[in-house]
C-alpha cells in the first residue's frame, strides 16, 4: 500500500529507466499526459467499486460513491476534449506502471474486511491522492502542451483537494469507531 | 470553459431530495434561464437577486448577505455534480445538480449549507 505515497518518485524513475527521456528533463507527449490522466481516475474508480462490495460503514460508502461519480465525470470530459482534438489517448510506461501497482493495492484490499477493510482503503485514498495531486501539480500540467487539456488537468486539480480533504474526514472518523 | 459547452445540456434539478420547506424557504427551478458559461460579470446580481457560482469546488461568494424574500441562484460551473443543502438539520437540499445546471430558492432565514456530496464544501446566507 505504500507504494502510492512514492509514485512521483516513481514516475521520474519510470521515465528514467526506459530511456524515454533524459533524467533532467522527464517528457510525455500529450495523448500519454491524457492516457496517464485517465488511467489514474480508472484507478480510483477500481478502489471505490471494491469499497462498495466489501464496506458497510456509510461514511466509507458515501466517499466511495462521491469517488466513483466523480472520477467518472472526469473521464468523460478527458474522453470529450481527446475526440475533440483527435487525440488518441496513448499507452504509456507510467500508465502501465500505475495499473500494475494498483492491482497490487486491489488485491490487498480484498483480502482484508470489516474495520481493516475500512481503514486500509480510506488510508490508500488518503496516499493516493496526495501522489496524484502532486504528479498532476508537478508533472503532467507542466509536460502538456495542448492548452485545453492542460486547462482540464488545472480544472481537476481543486476536485482532488476536495477528496484529499473529504478522505481525510472520513479517515478520522474511520479510526475513532 | 469550453470543457463545459461540450458538456452542458442544462438539465434541472429532479426530485429525489428534500423539498424545501414550502413556508419556510421557497424555491424554483431556473435551470434553462441561465447560461452556465457566462462570466461572473454577466451573471445577474440586483438589489433582490444574488448568484452564487459553484467552480473549482467552492461556491463563491462563500458567504452572501441578503435579505428576507431575496432570491439565491446557483448555478454549477464545476466540472462535477453538486447540491446545496441547509448545513445542521438538513432543512433544505436541492437535487443533485449536474455540470451546467442551476437551482435557486428565495430565502427566508440565514443559513449555513454546504454540498452534501463534497461534505468540505460550505457556504453561508447572512440575512442583514
Given amino acids: ?177 | 470553459m469550453i470543457l463545459l459547452l461540450t458538456l452542458a445540456v442544462l438539465n434541472s434539478c429532479s426530485d429525489e431530495k428534500k423539498e424545501p420547506p414550502p413556508t419556510a424557504v421557497g424555491h424554483e427551478s431556473i435551470g434553462e434561464s441561465i447560461d452556465p458559461t457566462q462570466t461572473d460579470s454577466a451573471l445577474r446580481n440586483t438589489d433582490t437577486y444574488h448568484t452564487v457560482v459553484i467552480r473549482q469546488m467552492e461556491f463563491s461568494p462563500a458567504e452572501l448577505k441578503v435579505n428576507k424574500g431575496d432570491t439565491i441562484a446557483w448555478i454549477n460551473q464545476d466540472i462535477t455534480e453538486h447540491d446545496i443543502t441547509e448545513l445542521n438539520e438538513e432543512k433544505w437540499s436541492s437535487s443533485k445538480l449536474p455540470a451546467g445546471a442551476s437551482w435557486s430558492m428565495v430565502v427566508s432565514e440565514g443559513a449555513d449549507y454546504y454540498c452534501s456530496i463534497h461534505v468540505v464544501m460550505k457556504g453561508k446566507l447572512i440575512i442583514e
Wanted: overall charge neutral.
Fill in chain 1, 1 to 177: 500500500m505504500k507504494k502510492v505515497q512514492n509514485w512521483c518518485i516513481a514516475l521520474a524513475c519510470i521515465f528514467i529507466s526506459t530511456g524515454q527521456v533524459g533524467a533532467q528533463n522527464p517528457k510525455l507527449s500529450d495523448p500519454e499526459v491524457a492516457h496517464t490522466a485517465v488511467t489514474a481516475n480508472q484507478i480510483d474508480i477500481g478502489y471505490a467499486e471494491i469499497a462498495k462490495e466489501k464496506s458497510k460503514d456509510k461514511d466509507v460508502l458515501k466517499f466511495a460513491e462521491t469517488m466513483a461519480n466523480d472520477h467518472r465525470a472526469v473521464i468523460e470530459q478527458a474522453v470529450a476534449l481527446a475526440t475533440k482534438l483527435g487525440v488518441t489517448p496513448m499507452d504509456n510506461a507510467v500508465s502501465k506502471q500505475l495499473l500494475s501497482d494498483a492491482e497490487s493495492t486491489k488485491k490487498e484490499l480484498r483480502s482484508k474486511s470489516g474495520k481493516d477493510f475500512n481503514k486500509a482503503y480510506i488510508n490508500n485514498e488518503v496516499a493516493y491522492h496526495k501522489a496524484v495531486i502532486a504528479a498532476v501539480e508537478g508533472l503532467l500540467i507542466p509536460e502538456t502542451e495542448n492548452t485545453e487539456l492542460k486547462k482540464l488537468l488545472e480544472n481537476v486539480v481543486p476536485a482532488l483537494k476536495t477528496h484529499l480533504a473529504h478522505a481525510e474526514m472520513v479517515q478520522k472518523m474511520v479510526a475513532g469507531k
